[in-house]
């Protein structure tokens, strides 16, 4: 998608909008996850206390990354775990392909894992000739269907029960059912086998805390554990920006992430792993990979503040945008709010093609509901703001030059008066399929206003002059 | 006190109805106020499109214009908002930076203005009829307006209020309407789905330019629309025959 | 027990579908090791094993317990439990009553009180007379001498909402969680003392 990222997001979001069941998906999904959400937090008193700590705790992440991310590999390494560091996508690529090489892998499984899916590593691996397998659920359903996930912690969120039940009935030979139970049996056996034949498993690390070297897992399903106890070889990849500063600092942020991720209070499993287990009691190796990818660039960026993002995806719920057009629209895996300010910098070299000057900073009618629900208090509506200042530095001269013009005729009153008396007189004389036209972008959808007689300020004279100054 | 209407720039040419409402509820409670020569747009649309530099020359233009004022009053939320983030663009001087953060918290939206800042909640106003009221997001988000247009509606005679909050935007965004007219119509239609809900066909709004933008959408599916400010039911018309529930409006009914 | 913990107990362990008994004395502790299936050692006389799966089924005893959200604490005491909490079909999970915790915060913030005299190694690093040798200077190396290798906040079974928001327990880890509380003399007298950690809020 090496085009223009909005023309892109235009098409696909079009065919979303005529998809009547995604549609239906979509809504039904997001407004459980709010409303999950909404009662969760009516359980948690001081809840913007709460926040403030989670933003305070999630800034000094990304501030002091350097030296978290030091302290952090220092404790792994020393408690026997292998710590790596990758510049970019190709070398986190490069690490995990080598890892499963010398470890004579053929299968490897995997727990979700967003930034695993950022630097493209399942294709990677396959290539090289590794059986991969996603283990959530959500990843499983869309890995069939050769998709990416539409959503960060819903991939399936898009399809319904018998969207998969024909999947599973077709690529695992079940039997068809709209129970969902019966559904996640069928996808639980598959992948039972497979965890236990697994060479290698790969988990992310939704956080390190550098003060003990604790690498954070959080599931509900278990399948994160299975992958990491079962394989012989457990590799972790982790963005840079992921540290947390003390051991203390889970707390805060294990309060509000279910929360806002979920709807849950508490997930089921969070592990916390301080190394390698001892012989016998897990794998033989656990390598942790710290990356980059793009997150020094956004931290030298005007939307730095993103990499406070915890992954809770509440601002993909409660977006407008996404909540109609949903998430395979922005052709990125990461979409919605979130997505806009992370794409252009860690999706660089991915085959989204996205930079800041071709980044999808429109995508959004500013209606400033994400800052609102961000359980780190990122303020995303300045950041999205800022994000599309910074693409129009680089738009072409010509539009600069319009909106130079725009900026003198709002502040002229003589150019101002003309204008609007112009559009008036267009509005009243033009025929409609002229208007039309001219005013594509809006008539396509919506009639233009009728025209009223007068000005505001011929209608004061008329009827107030003395109120005017 | 001195007040200064300052009239958005859709007010001023599309909607005048709504200013003049706006006027009158300003009458109503006796003010001395003005509304200067020489306005233009707040520069609001340079500054959603990604130029927030070419909104310079309007805040320097608003400062002009209004700085005497000891109140500035808007019909529009999202005006208002633009210009309290005036003090925050780039290129300016300290000083200028001073004063416009002092005009800013200076400058209101209407029922902001008469609420919060007056302490009137009831203008004596009448208007049987049953409406739908609908925040706009900048309205709700940046100036978190909630209470005060309720309790307004809340004190007008005869009138039944559908109170809708906790809706998605309409989907007008300023420039986002045509940059991504698709997306934009199907937010429009979620809002009037529910004004369809709400058994009536009048919405009431802060945001003229939500209004425009729905009234569009509605008028090119043939639905039944009607978007009024809120000041119009606040300070109806006396010279205007209302028209029957349901009927559509024209601008050439003031 | 008191009954106000009792309560928010029985009302966190319902809301996360955790099947949760408290057991006062020998003869309930007994009952429910029996209902339970918890595995009795060959050998008589010797305690029964802390951590352990067979067929369908994963018992482990859990080294604290959070209140606030119900959840159980498997550390690294026990080097293999961690597999277990995620294998079998049944998780069982046992946590003495003094190693219950408010929060997380308080499990966290907790100075380590391994056993008095307790020089066992557990495979995960170092022996706790070795820590306190230390000084615990180092929060790490306190961490690591009181938890080991790692520590698993478990709180219900497994579940997944992946299709339509439907929820589904047993995704791919343990479908039903049974959990008790009991004092921990009772445990130490059927899981032999080392098995029970003295550490509490």
Known sequence: MRGNALAAYRRRAARALADATLRGNLRRAT???????????AEIPDYDDWREK?????????????????????????????????????????????????????????GKSMLTEEIELTPHLEALGLEVLETDLGEFIVQLRGEMPSHITAPALHLNRRQVSRLFADRLGA??????????????????????????????GNFVVAETGTLVTLENEGNIGLSTTLPRVHVALTGIEKCLPRLADLDPVLRLLPPNGTGQQAVSYVSLLNGPAPPGCGPEALHVVFVDNGRSALAASGQREILACLRCGACLNVCPVFRNAGGHSY???????????????????????????????????????????????????????????????RAPASRRLAWRLFGRLAASPRLFRAAGAMMRMSLRVLPAFLLARLTPSWSRARALPAPPPRSFRAELRRRHPGRLS | MRVRLFVPCYVEHLKPAAGLAAARVLDSLGLD???????????????????????????????????????????????????????????????????????GARTFELCEFVVDRLGVTDLGARWPGRVAFQDCCHALRELGLFDAPRRL?????????????????????GVYAVKLPEVSAAQADLRL????????????????????????????????????????????????ARPAPGAQTSEATP | MNRE????????????????????????????????????????????????????????????????????????????????VFLAETHVALAAEETIFDTLADFLAAPAREASGNATTNGGGATSADARAAGHTDAAAAWRARVGHQLTLVTGPSRTADIEKTLVLGAHGPRRLLAATAPAALLRARFGADAIPEAGP
Not at chain 3, 7 to 18: S, Y
Not at chain 3, 51 to 64: E, F, K
């Open chain 2, 33 to 103: 106020w003005t509304c200067p020569d020489g306005q233009g747009c707040c520069g609001q649309p340079a500054f959603n499109a990604g130029h927030p530099d070419e909104a310079l020359p309007a805040a320097r233009r608003f400062r002009r214009l209004f700085d005497a004022a000891e109140a500035v009053v808007a019909p529009s939320a999202s005006c208002v908002a633009m210009v309290r983030r005036y003090h925050h663009l780039g290129g300016l001087a300290a000083s200028e930076r001073e004063a416009l953060a002092d005009l």
């Open chain 2, 153 to 173: 509606l809340a004190a007008v005679d005869g009138l039944e209020v559908v109170d809708q909050p906790d809706l998605d935007c309409c989907g007008f965004g």
């Open chain 3, 5 to 84: 913990l009792a309560a928010r107990l029985r009302e966190r362990f319902a809301a996360t579908d955790t099947e949760w008994r408290h057991l006062e004395d020998a003869a309930a502790l007994d009952a429910w090791l029996a209902e339970v299936g918890w595995p009795m050692p060959d050998a008589a006389g010797t305690p029964r094993s802390a951590a352990c799966a067979a067929g369908d089924a994963a018992w482990t005893v859990a080294d604290g317990l959070v209140a606030e959200t119900g959840t159980l604490l498997i550390s690294g005491r026990r080097p293999h439990a961690r597999r277990l």
């Open chain 1, 175 to 204: 039997a068809e059912t709209e129970d969902p139970e019966e559904l996640t049996l069928a996808a639980r056996r598959h992948l039972r086998d497979k965890f236990l034949a697994a060479d290698v498993g790969i988990s992310g």
């Open chain 1, 54 to 110: 989670v933003a305070a705790i999630r800034r000094a992440g990304w501030e002091d990354r350097a030296a978290l991310v030091a302290r952090a590999s220092a404790h792994l390494a020393a408690a026997g775990a292998r710590v790596h560091h990758a510049a970019d996508a190709a070398a986190a690529r490069r690490i995990v392909a080598e890892i499963a090489a010398d470890a004579g892998a053929r299968l490897v499984v995997k």
């Open chain 1, 331 to 393: 052709g990125a895996v990461y979409p919605g709010p979130m997505g806009i300010l992370l794409a252009p910098y860690l999706l660089g070299d991915a085959t989204a093609g996205l930079n800041p000057g071709n980044s999808l900073a429109d995508v959004c009618s500013l209606c400033e509901a994400c800052g609102e629900v961000c359980p780190a208090a990122i303020p995303l509506p300045d950041l999205i703001l800022g994000a599309r200042a910074e693409k129009e530095r």
């Open chain 2, 193 to 240: 789905d529910a004004l369809a809900a709400a058994g009536t066909d009048t919405l009431v709004a802060t945001d003229v330019s939500c209004l425009l933008h729905l009234e569009g959408r509605a008028r090119r599916r043939g639905l039944p629309f009607r978007g009024l400010h809120v000041a119009e039911i606040l300070a109806p018309d006396p010279a205007a």
């Open chain 1, 31 to 41: 407004d459980t996850a709010l409303a999950k959400r909404a009662a969760r937090l």
